[in-house]
């Protein structure tokens, strides 16, 4: 069962027995190419529209991991899913003819990480045999949705992200071989005033810093007690951020340890479209 | 301890990286400079072509108007306009490619709420604004100065 350990954390334990990842083109091109489970070199993914195309890299990814895990759609209790579409459609699409019982998130750059945090409670606490938790974005529907038309003829500026074209799921279980769950700490909102909409990295790294520091605290672990501490897509402005932030704020160094996945999925140096780093959900 | 607004802003200031101003400023020069002596060149052509100076201004400004909406369609426009900002954006050219870039982006939502209600989601703004200042004028200058 899920136990409280301080103000802000949850012990469990739960298994990863299943993940996958897809990706679009210029992911494939990054340095973590390789590690994707399939590639899709064509933006539109055979579709119609890119809402449809994220729709097919979800769907791809999530039965992809059920597969991985040894199970079928049917075994799955909950599925912990979302995106940044409007109605989270790049996952309720995916999902339709699984029929699975579906909760959708909205947590934009955290959804992955509130979904894998949903499974490991549902599955720990006995809500769920086995829980699914998937998440997808795409490059050209967020422009589409959130920003400019992709034909537009405007300037990125030195700050802005690339939203990733990809999906990714895992299938979690109390029992079983992989990497376990083991503390969630559920993030609040930190809003430092940043105004600048190109500029995500730096609105995010203060959440990053208080989520991070609750976590070390409520566990009595130091950052020197991880391999890797990883946040979501910081990019190149947040990350630096995020450090700075840590040793004002909390007196941590992060610096050894701390990675974060906009930078890893891109080369900065050779895909210079990316500007500081990548970002999804 | 908690970092203060104004000591984020400046953290954020110094970790971002700056836009490159000078380059920006060359490069919105030379190609509106460059699109502007596109129009010219093509009043001159048509002026050889024997069109009188009323037909000349309807003729260069919709000539600008159909080159960009066919760049923008052939995918051509947002590539140059990266590199020529300011140059590309403000002459009529950006106007161009403002209306028929969302057409073609929400055509994937219908011919009615997609391409006909999204066409005007960027220009939208400087239509409503710009007719009704027009109207405004108007009337001034139908009080003052008439």
Sequence with gaps: MPERIGARTLRLDAVVTGGAAVGGKTEAEGPLGRQLDAVYPEADAGEKSWEKAESTLHADALTRAIAKAGLTPQQIDLHFGGDLLDQCIGTSFAARPLGMPLVGLYGACSTMALALAMAALAVDCGAAQAAAASTSSHFCAAEKQFRMPLEYGGQRTPTAQWTATAAGAAVLRKQGRGPHVRAISIGRICDYGVKDANNMGAAMAPAACDTIAAFLHDTGTQPADYDCILTGDLGAVGSTLLLQLAQKEAGLALASVHRDCGLLLYDLKTQTKVGAGGSGC | ?146
């Design chain 2, 1 to 146: 301890m908690a970092v203060s607004g104004k000591e984020y802003e400046r953290m954020m200031q110094a970790s971002s990286p700056p836009t490159w101003l000078l380059r920006n400023l060359l490069c919105a020069f030379v190609s509106g400079g460059a699109v502007c002596a596109l129009g010219e060149g093509l009043g001159m052509l048509y002026a050889a072509l024997g069109a009188a100076q009323e037909t000349r201004r309807l003729l260069v400004p919709c000539s600008l108007i159909l080159l960009s909406a066919l760049l923008t369609a052939l995918g051509v426009y947002d590539k140059l306009a990266a590199v020529a900002g300011a140059g590309l954006l403000v002459p009529i050219t950006g106007f161009a490619n403002a209306v028929v870039s969302p057409a073609m982006e929400f055509s994937s939502e219908g011919r009615i709420l997609g391409t006909g209600a999204q066409m005007f989601r960027i220009a939208g703004p400087v239509l409503a604004y710009g007719t009704a200042a027009a109207a405004l004028y108007g009337v001034l200058y139908e009080l003052i100065v008439r």
